[in-house]
């Protein structure tokens, strides 16, 4: 079936330093959703891209959307302890409900 | 309601007990789905509803677990004889399905149950 992995696991940074998740699927998308869990909260969905080569932009965060549309990436710019947390990314296949969510990223932030 | 509320928020039981965890959706979405998320894991798929139906069980993880949904709504995940490997946190979340090519299936969660099994 299907397999979404995210690297790395677990990162820490420092206040002010970039941070990038990997997300990689086995399967070409039909399109990819990233969510951010805040430690013991739940899954809040940020943003949904579409395209092959796509590039969203909110704000600090920067998401793309690879060529083949198997994978993508969130990059983070000059991170505050604000962005810590558990970021996931979701890929859809087809027009099927159904999400395969990654492994997620767990990022720390320490000032 | 605003958003997805799940019910009880957290639950005690003995191992051997039969749990039942409930969901209530975001008023209109069709699409229902439970998943299980272990401490510090990702998010495990459970089972998808779209509206009564359930067109995907593959994650159920053995057939002590089940899951319902009555009236295209609330929904009701069943674990039957838990074991202490049933703990974790159970989240649901719904999305409003549009349909064919240009299907909007960002899922919207609920706050989960935590569930213990001692």
């Known amino acids: 079936g299907q397999q979404v992995m995210q690297i790395p696991q677990y990162q820490h940074v420092q206040e002010g330093e970039d941070f990038t998740t990997y997300c990689n699927s086995s399967t070409t998308l039909s399109n990819i959703q990233w969510y951010k869990q805040r430690p013991g909260g739940h899954p809040v969905f940020l943003i949904q891209?579409?395209?092959?080569?796509e590039v969203k932009k909110q704000k600090r965060l920067t998401f793309q959307f690879g060529e083949a549309k198997k994978n993508s990436s969130l990059h983070i710019t000059a991170t505050q302890t604000t962005d810590v947390g558990t970021y996931f990314c979701?890929?859809?296949?087809?027009?099927?409900?159904?999400?395969?969510f990654g492994t997620g990223t767990r990022l720390q932030v320490t000032l | 309601g605003a958003g997805v509320s799940q019910s009880p928020s957290n639950k005690v039981t003995e191992k051997g007990k039969d749990v039942e965890l409930r969901c209530d959706p975001i008023s209109g979405h069709t699409a229902l789905y439970w998943y299980r998320q272990s401490l510090g894991q990702g998010l495990e798929f459970l089972i998808y509803f779209q509206g009564n139906s359930a067109p995907d069980k593959s994650g159920l993880p053995s057939d002590r677990f089940s899951a319902e949904r009555t009236g295209g709504s609330v929904s009701t995940l069943t674990i039957q004889r838990t074991q202490q490997e049933d703990s974790a946190v159970y989240l649901c979340?719904?999305?409003?399905?549009?349909?064919?090519?240009?299907?909007?299936?960002?899922?919207?969660f609920g706050p989960g149950t935590r569930l213990l099994v001692l």
């Open positions: 979701a890929g859809g296949a087809g027009t099927a409900s159904k999400l395969t």
């Open positions: 979340a719904s999305s409003l399905v549009v349909g064919s090519g240009g299907a909007y299936v960002t899922q919207y």
């Open positions: 891209l579409v395209k092959s080569g």
